[in-house]
């Protein structure tokens, strides 16, 4: 029987996933709007203007909420007087899907998430110590346990987890998929880790750098580029074949100029350190964890390219489909990437990617290969939803300021 | 859930996914603590290619106790990148997690990329040790009792009444809860010692030493695991306050093939492994190994005792090190230094300057214990102790 609630997802320029429940007669009738202002308001959310995007339902993405059989969730795209939303992300990535297809590619991708489960009451993780991979950890199984068994349910191919670094830090491997399934599986998820945790009387934190001195949260998104049924970035026996070195070049060609869409906050900065494993310099090498691209050598079926710069809290439309029209652009161009890391790439003297989010800013804004290879109206919108955070990154005071630099202590 | 004891199959893996009883899979290893790491596989990714390989970062092989990382390790560091190992499962060690429905577990072998089993992991280094022993015709048993004590707190011992059920424990109790999760998991367990202290024993059979320390390291995962949440917690820190014995892995060996066995040459080469068998600066005051060599009820064996493995250890390292120590000391050609080691610095330069010990454990093994001995030692050396604060804060 069907679900006779339809929770209609979308997800705004900067990444939020909201989520508006209508009657499944009123969705299939058509004509659901959200305001425009809503859409790109960005962290202000600032109504503006009267106008009205429309909500249309991708059913081929709806699926029962196995909690709950009155109600199934569809991912919906983003229309403006009839015509596909230029600010509409996920209409963003179904282009790069077509670009790819154009050349007979097709792009397969696969996410790892990364949050804390906190407890509400104290606002800390729910345990303390770092226990990566540690298979004792009931304070959070149970909740992690319910997040892969129902996401599972709700055909999210979630494959596999485990603690991460952070004491109380959690990762989900969601299998690999075409690049739009992947980015729909990837953030459906989060919206129902967030649900799923909030059940169990937790919250889950995809803040990129919630606290100083703990671990940092990030978006590592695994790409492989097929064509009847081959894997073209495969070279045997096991290396990255000249297409996937050519993509990897585009990719990271980008990465400096491109951090902005993959970290939308001033906080996503704070992972940039030396020895965090979050990326700090334009760097490659296979299978380097101190590197910005990873290649990854996995025989015919896994070899794949890591990009591994985005934050917690990106919107994985936009992330996911810049990285993979960058990897085009690198093909198209026939590009040839550096020689790759030898050792550790925080000690080496490479390009460094912007440290603070006023430089990542600047630096999309006066990008010539965003102007060439994104959607103008698309970064021109998203530039604008995050102007105000740029003022606030510039004129804000931190309380490590007061409380290190102040001789008087402050409130 | 239906649960059969003992190793399981794929076929009873499917039944249990498909009647719905199991639901995730632990594809695991345990690290140089003996914790027990990996990753939970829903199963029927599990299933759809049980022989798979799965990644994880090498750094993990050579952290200390909190997980943190150092650049003396030359196996990972930042100027290697910290690649992959991988984990190729053992299809042989499938079971359940008896003690948490709908788990079940499979034991894993640690791998380069290419297929090579790693030489860091102590799991990795026992079989390799107990080959070399069957080639000479010497075969070992062990019979290990997993210690430690029931805590309500630091400083707070619970109170244990007759079968280990710690004074206002709902149900079973612990310990009791424990040893019978664990014997659905697989793991042989013979008896609890519960003692009115606190204190506690877990005897497992006498199994061959690759079981032996599987099946302990499980047993410490699964009473760690059920201490989370209201109630007792169990606790394997060798030395506590109140307590006049340490906490031990006691390891009763049984030693054929071997005429007889130099208590004191055995002495002498688990004293060079002593940072393997107490791996923190608190199991050192347990005091060194004071190995006892007698016979057995079987005429064709020896059995030794007094092995002098803190309950802190992990199970694969202290078994490794005692076969391998059995193995020198049953060598005449092997010369063994007589050299006491007092603290974790000198039982790293005593570790790093064996030769029989690199030969035995393999230069991997070594050239990275030593220096996350060193780093312990000097992390302690560093620290200002609570003892040093009470005695010394008004001095002067």
Not at chain 1, 388 to 404: N, Q
Not at chain 2, 320 to 325: D, F, K, N, Q, V
């Amino acid at each position: 029987m069907e679900a006779r609630w339809v929770d209609i997802a979308w997800t705004d320029l900067i990444g939020r996933t909201q989520v508006l429940r209508a009657g499944r007669e009123a969705c299939e009738a058509g004509g659901l709007t959200v305001p425009r202002s809503r859409v790109v308001s960005g962290y202000d959310g600032t109504p503006d203007g009267t106008a009205m995007l429309e909500l249309r339902p991708d059913w081929s993405t709806e699926r029962a909420l196995p909690w709950d059989p009155a109600v199934a969730v569809c991912v919906a795209d983003l229309y403006e007087d009839g015509a596909p939303s230029p600010c509409c992300t996920r209409g963003f990535l179904r282009s790069v899907v077509e670009r790819a297809a154009a050349r007979d590619l097709a792009v397969e991708a696969a996410v790892e998430l990364e949050f804390y489960l906190v407890d509400p009451a104290s606002g800390e993780p729910v345990y303390e110590e770092i226990d990566n991979y540690s298979l004792s950890r009931l304070e959070t199984e149970p909740t992690v346990t319910a997040v892969r068994n129902e996401l599972r349910a709700m055909a999210i191919g979630v494959e596999a987890s485990n603690p991460e670094y952070g004491g109380g830090q959690v990762e989900i491997n969601i299998s690999h998929a075409p690049l739009l399934v992947a980015a729909d599986q990837a953030t459906l998820a989060r919206l129902y880790v967030s649900e799923l945790a909030g059940r169990a009387g937790l919250d889950a934190v995809f803040l990129p750098k919630p606290w100083t001195e703990r671990s940092s949260s990030g978006i590592h998104v695994h790409q492989s580029l097929w064509r009847d049924g081959a894997n073209l970035f495969f070279r045997p026996p096991e290396d990255l074949s000249d297409i996937g070195l050519a993509y990897l070049a585009g990719m990271l060609e980008s990465v400096p100029s491109f951090a902005l869409l993959g970290s939308p906050t001033p906080n996503g900065f704070h992972r940039r350190a030396d020895g965090s494993f979050a990326p700090t310099v334009a760097s490659w090498a296979t299978d380097n964890r101190t590197t910005a691209v990873r290649a990854v050598l996995g025989g015919e079926g896994g070899t794949r390219i890591e990009h591994r710069d985005g934050a917690s809290d990106c919107n994985l439309y936009l992330t996911m489909g810049a990285q993979v029209l960058a990897g085009l652009d690198g093909i198209e161009r026939e590009l040839q990437p550096p020689p790759p890391v030898v050792g550790n790439a925080y000690a080496q003297d490479l390009p460094q990617l912007p440290r603070t989010y006023v430089e990542a800013y600047e630096r999309l804004r006066d990008c010539e290969l965003a102007a060439r290879i994104l959607p103008g109206p698309l970064v021109g919108a998203y530039l604008e939803a995050l102007e105000p955070e740029v003022e606030l990154a510039i004129l804000s005071a931190a309380d490590w300021e007061r409380a290190r630099y102040s001789r008087v202590e402050l409130a | 859930m239906s649960v059969e004891m003992g190793k399981q199959s794929l076929e009873w893996l499917e039944r249990a996914a498909a009647d719905g009883s199991v639901h995730t899979v632990r594809v695991s290893w345990s690290d140089r603590f003996g914790t027990w790491r990996g990753k939970r596989l829903p199963v029927a990714t599990f299933l759809a290619n049980p022989g798979r390989r799965i990644s994880f970062c090498d750094g993990m092989a050579v952290t200390d106790v909190n997980c943190d990382i150092y650049e003396s390790t030359p196996f990972s560091n930042f100027e290697t990148g910290y690649p992959d190992m991988y984990l190729e499962p053992r299809l042989d060690s499938l079971g359940p997690v008896g003690w948490l429905d709908g788990e079940a577990y499979v034991l894993g072998t640690l791998q380069t990329h290419g297929g090579e089993v790693l030489g860091v992991p102590a799991r990795n280094v026992l079989p390799a040790v107990l080959a070399r022993l069957a080639e000479r015709g010497v075969e070992l048993g062990a019979r290990v009792t997993l210690g430690g004590r029931l805590m309500c707190g630091r400083g707070a011992p619970a109170l244990l009444g007759p079968g280990g059920r710690a004074r206002g424990e709902v149900g079973a109790g612990l310990l009791r809860t424990a040893a019978e999760g664990l014997l659905r998991s697989g793991v042989a367990v013979r008896s609890i010692d519960a003692r009115p202290d606190g204190g506690f024993g877990l005897d497992l059979a006498v199994l061959d030493l690759e079981v032996a320390a599987d099946q302990a390291m499980i047993a410490k995962a699964a009473l760690k695991e059920l201490s989370v949440g209201a109630g007792p917690t169990a606790v394997f820190m060798t030395m506590l306050p109140g307590f006049a014995a340490p906490a031990l892995l006691d390891v009763e060996l049984s030693v054929g093939g071997a005429a007889a066995l130099d208590p004191a040459r055995l002495a002498a080469a688990l004293t060079t492994l002593r940072g393997l068998l107490q791996p923190s600066v608190t199991a050192f005051k347990a005091g060194p190994a004071q190995p006892s060599v007698t016979g057995s009820d079987d005429a064709d064996r020896i059995l030794v005792r007094g092995l002098g493995a803190a309950a802190e250890a992990d199970p694969a390292t202290a078994l490794m090190a005692i076969a391998a120590a059995v193995g020198a000391a049953l060598d005449p050609e092997v010369e063994i230094p007589v050299a006491p080691v007092g603290d974790l610095r000198a039982a790293a330069d005593s570790l790093a300057a064996s030769a029989w010990a690199a030969e035995w454990l393999g230069t991997d093994f070594v050239a990275n214990a030593a220096p996350l001995m060193r780093e312990e030692a000097d992390l302690f050396a560093a620290a200002i102790t609570d003892w040093e604060l009470d005695r010394y804060w008004a001095i002067g």
